[in-house]
């Protein structure tokens, strides 16, 4: 039995053989953490996490009881799913599932809600409604099981949806209030961001508005799209005091049916989108974006598009 005098000469207390460690956080994703990590919202898409839609979508006859615009056909909704994840695939990027274990709340599917990608790990959102409450454990169990490093649970009365954030630079983030990110969910979520020299601007939604993510997306490093009337001015100004040059959707028609707002950037002035909004493809295509589509109208009934199915987990940078 070693001396107890002899203990502090010992790696366990500071001694012979102790290797502090001395990287960040964000050094040791990749190594120690899974790989993930987001500081813009038009750099090259690495990796997303879908969850893949079942009988949940059938959980009531009526609709808008569970937030949903119309009754999903269940058979036709997962073949979609199922499109837009292999075009993920095709554009090079790693695919993620939920995989819940259980039946889920309805409206897992949207899991851009769910989470806020950092380049230090996730934020975890708290759903606004009691419809979709414990979603966000799912989501986190997940998470873990990737090894990504969840950073902040929001928590109190706070409420809190990944959608309502996005990132304008790596230094800058916009954050929106409204109906599904209240105040005190704000204040949380700037201060984590906070701790890591991000600037955060939180603006207003209007009322009758659900995201920022439905009002707002990023196709470049100064370029966004913007829906007129609904984007909030001061996030259009912070826009454009950065370098940005915003350009307005053409058709409204397209945007409310058609979710053509709703896409995901897949790299600089590349995105997918849903098909079937030949007005708007056209007038990102005439800014100099490349469109890839496919077909959600299925998935659009239950109130979200492409942006709203997708959790960002890791871009280039």
């Not at 500081?39 to 959980?59: C, Q, S, Y």
């Not at 916009?174 to 105040?183: D, E, I, Q």
Request: hydrophobic share 45%; net charge negative.
């Amino acid at each position: 039995m070693a001396d107890v005098t002899d203990t502090a000469m010992t790696a366990a207390y500071g001694g012979q053989g102790w290797s502090p460690r001395t990287a960040s956080l964000r050094q040791e994703i990749g190594g120690v953490w899974g790989a993930c990590g987001v500081t813009t919202e038009w750099a090259p898409l690495k990796a997303v996490l879908l969850h893949r839609p079942g009988p949940e979508l059938g959980a009531s006859v009526d609709p808008n009881a569970v937030q949903m615009l119309a009754q999903p056909d269940v058979g036709r909704a997962r073949s979609q799913h199922d499109a837009l994840a292999q075009a993920y695939r095709e554009a090079g990027v790693v695919v993620h599932y939920v995989e819940p274990g259980e039946t889920p709340p309805p409206n897992l599917m949207f899991v851009a809600d769910l989470m806020f990608m950092t380049p230090e790990g996730a934020i975890l959102g708290r759903p606004a409604s009691t419809v979709r409450a414990g979603e966000e454990r799912l989501v986190a169990r997940r998470l873990a099981e990737l090894g990504i490093p969840i950073l902040r649970s929001v928590r109190g009365t706070g409420t809190f949806e990944g959608a309502d954030a996005a990132w304008i630079d790596p230094e800058t983030v916009l954050l929106a209030r409204g109906l599904r990110t209240n105040a005190e969910g704000a204040t949380q979520v700037t201060s984590t961001l906070g701790e890591m020299g991000v600037e955060v601007i939180q603006v207003d939604l209007p009322y009758g508005t659900m995201h920022l993510m439905g009002q707002l997306r990023f196709a470049d490093r100064d370029l966004a799209v913007a829906w007129p009337k609904r984007t909030p001015y001061t996030a259009v100004e912070a826009l454009r005091a950065r370098g940005y040059t915003v350009i307005f959707l053409p058709d409204e028609a397209e945007a409310v049916h058609g979710a053509a707002l709703n896409f995901v950037t897949l790299g600089p002035r590349q995105i997918l989108m849903a098909a079937g909004n030949p007005i708007t493809q056209a007038f990102y295509e005439k800014a100099g974006i490349t469109c890839r589509t496919v077909e959600v109208d299925e998935l659009i009934k239950a109130a979200g598009g492409i942006g709203c199915l997708t959790g960002i987990l890791q871009r280039a940078g």
